[in-house]
C-alpha cells in the first residue's frame, strides 16, 4: 500500500516541495473581488526528508499562506517547525518512519510526541491554529508563520485534539474531540468545549466500542454524534509490525448521538452498515431526525486489510451520501443514501449554517472521464437536497483542492460569495490560486493567482478575513 501512495506521488502533486519562500507580488489573470481582504491558510503534509516505509499521512506539516487585499496578491509557505522537524533538520535526514516509529540511529531522547501539525488550519479566540489529530493544536503567528508553541488552553485540555474541530456560527463556541485519549490506539474519546474567548468551558471522555481512527464528527444545533467506523487500531497489531491501522468491515459501523449539554452516560449508538467517512458536510436537525451530509466510503482507502491485502479501489471512493437518525426510539439502526455517485471530498459549507440546514454546498469532485482514481478535478455545488447546481471540471491532468467559502460580507444571504481552490497545472508542474463565484461555479474562476512553483495537494484551509 505504501508503494501505491508513493509510486502515485511520483506521477501527481503529492511529492513534496523542498522549499519555504515569500512571493510579495503574484500575477493576477481576471479581477481578484475587491471585498476579498484576508489570508487564506492552507495545511498539508510536506516531508522534510524522504522516511522510509513512512505513511504520507504523516509528513511534516506545510502551511501556505495566501493574503488578498484590495485587488493584490502575496503568498508564503513555511514548515510547521516542530520538535521533530528541528531534530530531524538537525540530523540533516529523518528520523522517524511514522506513528512515532524510530528509524535506526535516532538518539534515545528524539522524540516526536508533539505531532506534525499537517492537517487543518483554524483561528479561534484570537489564535491561529494548526491541526493534527494525534496531537495538541499548535499556535501559529499569522504573518511570519513562525511556530508559537502548543496550545492547551491554559492546562484545561490534554491528549489529542481533532483537526476537524466545529464552530458554532451563533454562539462563537467551538466544539473538539479527540481519539486515542487513553493512549495510543486506545478506544477512549474525549470531547469539550472552548467558548468564543478561547476559554474551555467543558472536557470529559468515554470509551467507544472499539479504537478506530475518527477523523471527523458530527455537530448539530442540539446534539453531538461520534462515528466509530471500521479503519481499527491496535497496538497488538503493531507490535507484530502488522499496520497500527487497518480495515475491518466486520467490526460494523457506530456512530454515539449525544445531548450537547448531556454527559457520557447519555450516548445512545446507532448502527449501519461498515463504511468509512474521513469527511461531513454538515448535519441539522429536523424534528425527532438528525441528518447528516457526508463524504462516504463503502472501503477504506489508504488503508490495508489487517494481513496487509488492499482494499477494493472500486468501493475506495467517497460519494456524497445522507445519514438519518430517528431520535424518537423507534430503531438503533441509521440510513445511508447516496445522493450522487461522482467521486467526491473535502465538503465545504457557508460556515454560517454550520449545524444547521443549508441551502448550499460544495465539494472537490474526480472527473469521472479520467482513468487516474483519485485526482480531484473539479467542484460540484449542490442544494440542501444534494441536488447539483453546478459543475466544473479543470483541463485533463490539472487537480485541485478543498474549496473554501468566503462570504461576500457580514449579512450577505447564504452562499453569496466566492470559492478558494488551490489549482496544480499538471503541463506546467506549478500552481494558482482560483477564486469561483460560489454561485456560478460552471462559469470558472473570476481570477487566478498564478504561483511560479507547485502547492502540493493537502488536506484543508480556511479563510481569515482581515480585522
Known amino acids: 500500500m505504501l508503494d501505491q501512495v508513493n509510486a502515485e506521488a511520483a506521477r501527481t502533486n503529492l511529492a513534496p516541495i523542498p522549499m519555504e519562500c515569500d512571493a510579495p507580488f503574484l500575477k493576477v489573470t481576471g479581477e481578484l473581488p475587491r471585498e476579498l481582504n484576508g489570508t487564506l491558510y492552507r495545511n498539508g503534509p510536506n516531508p522534510q526528508f524522504d522516511a522510509p516505509g513512512a505513511h504520507w499521512f504523516v509528513g511534516d506539516g506545510m502551511l501556505h499562506a495566501f493574503h488578498l487585499e484590495n485587488g493584490r496578491a502575496s503568498y508564503r509557505n513555511r514548515w ?110 474525549s470531547f469539550g468545549s472552548v467558548n468564543a474567548s478561547g ?44 499496520p497500527p491501522y487497518a480495515w475491518e ?27 468509512y467517512v474521513f469527511h461531513v ?43 438519518t437518525f430517528d431520535l424518537s426510539g423507534n430503531t438503533d439502526r441509521f440510513t445511508q443514501t447516496y445522493l450522487d455517485d461522482l467521486t467526491g471530498e473535502f465538503p465545504r459549507i457557508d460556515d454560517r449554517r454550520a449545524g444547521r440546514a443549508n441551502s448550499h454546498g460544495w465539494y472537490a469532485c474526480a472527473n469521472p472521464d479520467l482513468p487516474m482514481f483519485g485526482a480531484l478535478a473539479g467542484i460540484v455545488h449542490v442544494d440542501g437536497k444534494g441536488k447539483r447546481l453546478g459543475h466544473y471540471l479543470l483541463p485533463a491532468g490539472d487537480t485541485i483542492s478543498e474549496p473554501v467559502f468566503v462570504e461576500r460580507g457580514a449579512d450577505a444571504a447564504e452562499g453569496d460569495g466566492w470559492l478558494l481552490s ?36 493537502g488536506f484543508h484551509g480556511n479563510w481569515v478575513g482581515a480585522a
Not at 482507502?301 to 489487517?306: W, Y
Request: hydrophobic content about 40%.
Open 80 to 189: 510547521v517547525r516542530t520538535p521533530k522537524w528541528l531534530a530531524e533538520h538537525d540530523a540533516g535526514r529523518a528520523l522517524f518512519g511514522g506513528f512515532g516509529r524510530k528509524l535506526p540511529g535516532a538518539s534515545a531522547g528524539t522524540t516526536d510526541d508533539g505531532g506534525v501539525a499537517n492537517t487543518n488550519i483554524i483561528f479561534h479566540g484570537g489564535k491561529l491554529l494548526a491541526l493534527e489529530e494525534g496531537h495538541l493544536p499548535t499556535e501559529i503567528e499569522p504573518g511570519t508563520l513562525d511556530r508559537l508553541g502548543y496550545c492547551d488552553f491554559n492546562g484545561a485540555i490534554k491528549g489529542p485534539f481533532t483537526a476537524h474541530p466545529k464552530i458554532d456560527p451563533v454562539t462563537g463556541e467551538m466544539v473538539f474531540f479527540g481519539y486515542n485519549a487513553g493512549g495510543p490506539l486506545s478506544p477512549a474519546l
Open 422 to 457: 488551490a489549482v496544480w497545472r499538471a503541463r506546467e508542474n506549478r500552481s494558482d490560486l482560483a477564486v469561483f463565484n460560489a454561485q456560478d461555479v460552471e462559469a470558472g474562476p473570476v481570477a487566478l493567482v498564478h504561483l511560479g512553483h507547485r502547492v502540493p495537494d
Open 281 to 323: 458536510m454538515n448535519a441539522w436537525e429536523e424534528g425527532n431526525r438528525i441528518i447528516a451530509d457526508v463524504m462516504q466510503f463503502e472501503e477504506a482507502p489508504l488503508f490495508p486489510h489487517p494481513d496487509g491485502s488492499k482494499t477494493d479501489p472500486q468501493k475506495s471512493r467517497a460519494r456524497y451520501c445522507r445519514w
Open 199 to 242: 476559554v474551555v468551558t467543558r472536557f470529559d471522555r468515554f470509551d467507544a466500542p472499539y479504537a478506530s481512527m475518527v477523523h471527523d464528527f458530527i455537530v448539530t444545533e442540539n446534539h453531538l454524534l461520534f462515528p466509530i467506523l471500521p479503519i481499527t487500531g491496535s497496538m497488538e497489531r503493531a507490535m507484530r509490525g502488522k
Open 249 to 275: 468491515p466486520e467490526k460494523g459501523a457506530y456512530v454515539g448521538v449525544m445531548k450537547r449539554n448531556g454527559t457520557p452516560a447519555d450516548l445512545v449508538w446507532f448502527r449501519a452498515e461498515s463504511c
